[in-house]
Each structure stands twice: as structure tokens, then as C-alpha cells.
């Protein structure tokens, strides 16, 4: 059997629609359904419900749920260890939202390189969606993200709590940032919600962008505001190319490592033990910096 798929059969019941399957995979719908198609007729059962809301789970399909993420997970280990040259004694894949890494995970990266030359690290970026489906199907052993979904075969721990601050590039809007020149950054639907109920004047902006550091860049060159994590920008606002909008209040975003409960691989549990020693120096960094500004 085609082990795309088993990925494809995962896709479905991750997103519980052929058509968001087939969008998040970049196929046709109808690709995806001659997949599944192809697949109970090999199975000889059916394992979706189809409706106009989805597609649903048969008793039979919940039955080969746990066949099909183990054997993706099977073939991504035996990926991972085959592929390992023969220099290196393992491999451990991380990904991670791309505001987690700025600060946080390159930084952790560059001293596990250090610590540990024998292993091949593989870093990726994404987002929730697909971090979370990586780890389902073992292509990721270690994910870094704000919005993780609940798995059964999958341990959540909370990393680092970000405080989101509003900064601006125009010092003369410390005190009321204009809302046209107001760059949103999607930091998903918690933080839009307290921005709405906060500060609702913001809540239309002109430009949204996905990733932070382009929101980051777009303020700084041609003036304007955002909400951004004050790990982030304290250095910035140090040399005085942003200020802090100190009329406005400040959200929590709260980071987590998503790992599998039962990891095969041996590396994952050190390596989520070192990610965390460098979120608590991340911490502390951060609070000693605050000390010192208030001096």
C-alpha cells in the first residue's frame, strides 16, 4: 500500500474535510478522494462518513486511525535513522513557530550544536496545523508552538509565557499609536480576542502579516505600531529605535514543546530538558534586563 495514503487517510481526520485535506496537502479534492477511495477498497471497509459538513470517522476508520499513524511513524524513524550519516551517532527533527525561533530556538540550536556534534539536528518552521500533524505522524520528534491541539499520543508542557507589548517606530505616538499605521501580527485567536475586547480601535488594521519579523521590519522602516513579544524588541526599544506605548495593556501568549508521550527516539526527552533550561535563561535574561531599565 502507497504510504501517501496512510498521510493522506491522517490529513482527513486531522482537518475532518476532504476539501481542507486537499488544500493543506496542495492536491485536488479529487485526488484525495481517489486516496481514500483506493484505500477502503484495499481495506475492504469504509472509513469515512461523507456530509455536507465533512467527513466523520467510521467505527472501522477509528480501528485503522492507530495502523496508519504507526505505520508514518515507522517509516519517518526509519527515515530519519537511515538517513543519519554515517559521521553522526543520531538525528533529531524540531520545528517551530518562526517568532519562537528568533531569541528562543536558534540560540538553543546554535549551543546544541555545540553540546552535541555527533547528532544532525534538523530545524523546521510552521505553524500550529502542521507542526501538530508532523508529530502525529513521526516526521517531527520535538514541536514549538503557541496554540497546540490535544493528542492522545502526544505530551504538552508549557516553555516560556510570552508578554506581547505594543511598540512603536514614531516616538510621537507613545502615548496614542495611530490606528491606520497599526500592523497587525497573527499571533492567533486568543490575542485577537483580547485585542478586541481591549483595544478595539485596532481591531481593522490596513496590514496583517502571518510572521512577526515582517511585521517587525515594516514598522521599523516606515513608522507605525504593533503587538510583538518584549523579548523580542527590548533590545530595540534599548537603542531607541521603538518605544513602548505605555497606555496600553499587554497580553500573555503562553508558549509550549509538544513532543510524543512514548518517544522512540532516545534524544527527545534530553533535548526537551535543554529547551527548557534555555526558556528559564530566557526568562530570567528578561527580568534582569527590566531591572536594570528601571534603574
Not at 13 to 26: I, Y
Not at 42 to 66: E, V, W
Not at 197 to 226: A, D, F, Q
Request: some cysteine; hydrophobic content about 40%; charged content about 20%.
Amino acid at each position: 500500500m502507497d504510504i501517501e495514503f496512510a498521510r493522506t487517510f491522517l490529513k482527513v481526520v486531522d482537518t475532518g474535510s476532504f476539501v481542507r485535506a486537499a488544500k493543506t496537502l496542495h492536491i485536488t479534492q479529487a485526488a484525495v478522494s481517489r486516496r481514500i477511495s483506493t484505500l477502503e477498497s484495499y481495506l475492504g471497509c469504509d472509513l469515512f462518513i461523507r456530509n455536507k459538513a465533512g467527513a466523520s470517522l467510521t467505527p472501522a476508520g477509528k480501528r485503522f486511525l492507530r495502523h496508519a499513524a504507526s505505520m508514518v511513524q515507522t517509516l519517518e524513524r526509519a527515515r530519519h535513522e537511515v538517513g543519519v550519516a554515517r559521521s553522526f551517532t543520531g538525528a533529531l527533527t524540531i520545528g517551530g513557530r518562526f517568532g519562537l525561533w528568533d531569541g528562543l530556538l536558534l540560540p538553543w540550536l546554535n549551543a546544541m550544536s555545540e553540546k552535541f556534534p555527533d547528532v544532525q539536528l534538523r530545524a523546521q518552521i510552521g505553524f500550529e496545523e502542521d507542526l501538530m500533524m508532523d508529530l502525529v505522524d513521526g516526521s517531527l520528534d520535538i514541536g514549538v508552538m503557541y496554540t497546540p491541539q490535544s493528542r492522545p499520543s502526544l505530551q504538552v508542557e508549557p516553555l516560556i509565557n510570552e508578554e506581547l507589548i505594543l511598540v512603536t517606530s514614531d516616538p510621537t505616538e507613545i502615548q496614542k499609536p495611530n490606528p491606520d499605521r497599526y500592523v497587525h501580527v497573527d499571533w492567533g485567536p486568543e490575542f485577537l480576542l483580547q485585542l478586541v475586547g481591549n483595544l478595539p480601535e485596532l481591531s481593522s488594521p490596513r496590514v496583517i502579516v502571518g510572521i512577526s519579523w515582517m511585521g517587525l521590519k515594516h514598522i521599523l522602516t516606515t513608522h507605525g505600531s504593533g503587538f510583538f513579544p518584549h523579548r523580542l524588541v527590548q533590545t530595540l526599544i534599548q537603542q531607541k529605535r521603538l518605544f513602548k506605548v505605555e497606555t496600553a495593556p499587554s497580553f500573555e501568549l503562553p508558549a509550549y514543546v509538544v513532543y510524543p508521550s512514548r518517544p522512540e527516539n532516545p534524544l527527545t526527552l534530553p533535548m526537551v530538558d535543554t529547551l527548557h533550561q534555555a526558556s528559564a535563561s530566557v526568562t530570567a535574561a528578561l527580568v534582569t534586563n527590566n531591572v536594570l531599565d528601571e534603574q
